[in-house]
């Protein structure tokens, strides 16, 4: 979604009619390093920390630790592509597997991000709903998911892989989507995207709304059990809502985010105003809504921070 916007946005109109190159250019190089070094250190330090803390065996755990690596390679390979617009710079093989590696890895990374927010709230939904028998996932079956989160999203997004190419055009390189000459006319890439949204966007939201809504219902109402002390009990909701309220605030981050790409993506490929897509008022949404998308990845970590003490939430989770 992000790889093909930012691909579409250097080709819709000169960046120097709407806006000053040089100036753009400055802000943008500060901001994208900025969010490339706290991603890099924040989503590193989680894994590292949660690896070091031998947590691994708990699914939130893990799931914590795959959206940390997700977001290191949507780190490694999107943000040094925004510091440079325009050409792309290089050329022969390598520039070519480059071009659809690039594409391919922010978008798999993108994927991967959404299914393992629905994980985390599923896991959320089993700690208050069935805590006695808590995890209801187990290590081997968490495994399974996390890999199948790689899989599916490398799986969707083999059309990007296939259908970038390096072109050349009269400012030089440019790396960009050839879908009719990859596919023809057997589908459209309106109608990729459109499928995209649907699977890897609308539906895993509902579904995580839903299962978050149940659980907030669930923790106001529950009562205690008879063989569990007032104690006990107290410790373990506040320990629930602890994570809990981490595990809300990622994914409303997430949505946020990546909402205004998303609508800006679909009135680009839906909307019949030509002129309202190539107005600079277009443009300057745009480039909001990519800096919006390539920031939670460095929001993250700084979520999983603020709802701990001298990092317990690491602990919690242990």
Same mark, same amino acid.
């Given at each position: ?6 691909? /579409? ?18 802000? *943008?190089?500060? @901001? ?31 799931? @914590? ?13 999107? @943000? ?7 050409? #792309? ?15 391919? =890895? ?18 959320? &939904? ?37 259908? &970038? *190419?390096? !072109?050349?055009?009269? /400012? ?5 989507? *050839? #879908? ?20 890897? #966007?609308?539906?895993? +939201? !509902? ?9 907030? &219902?669930?923790?106001? =109402?529950? *009562? ?22 981490? =595990? ?17 993506? +679909? ?17 300057? @949404? ?30 919690? +989770?242990?």
């Amino acid at each position: 979604m992000l790889a093909n916007m930012t691909s /579409k946005l250097n080709g819709t109109r000169p960046m120097s009619s709407c806006f000053n190159p040089s100036e753009v250019r400055i802000r *943008k190089t500060i @901001i994208y390093c900025l969010i490339c070094a706290v991603s890099l250190v924040g989503n590193s330090f989680i894994g590292i920390v949660v690896l070091k803390m031998k947590a691994l065996k708990r699914p939130i755990s893990v799931f @914590i630790v795959n959206m940390a690596m997700s977001d290191l390679s949507f780190t490694i390979f999107l @943000i040094p592509k925004q510091l440079v617009t325009g050409t #792309w710079l290089i050329s022969g093989p390598l520039g070519k597997v480059l071009c659809k590696l690039y594409f391919f =890895s922010v978008e798999v990374s993108n994927v991967v991000s959404i299914q393992t927010l629905f994980l985390i709230a599923a896991d959320r &939904f089993g700690a208050v709903f069935f805590h006695l028998r808590y995890p209801v996932i187990s290590s081997k079956q968490c495994r399974f998911f996390i890999l199948a989160t790689w899989i599916i999203a490398m799986a969707f997004n083999c059309p990007n892989l296939i259908s &970038f *190419k390096l !072109v050349r055009n009269p /400012k030089g390189l440019a790396c960009k989507p *050839k #879908w009719s000459d990859a596919f023809g006319g057997s589908f459209s890439y309106e109608s990729y995207a459109s499928a995209r949204f649907t699977v890897f #966007w609308h539906v895993p +939201l !509902v579904l995580i709304s839903v299962l978050y809504v149940a659980i907030a &219902f669930k923790v106001k =109402s529950q *009562k205690t059990p008879g063989e569990e002390s007032i104690n006990s009990r107290e410790q373990r909701l506040r320990r629930e809502k602890n994570v809990l309220r981490m =595990s809300v605030a990622i994914v409303m981050t997430f949505a946020v985010c990546w909402l205004p790409i998303s609508i800006s993506q +679909l009135l680009r490929y839906h909307s019949s105003s030509s002129t309202m897509i190539s107005s600079c008022a277009f443009q300057y @949404i745009m480039i909001i809504a990519v800096f919006l998308a390539s920031s939670n990845c460095a929001i993250n970590p700084f979520i999983c921070f603020l709802f701990s003490e001298n990092y317990n939430v690491m602990r919690k +989770l242990v």
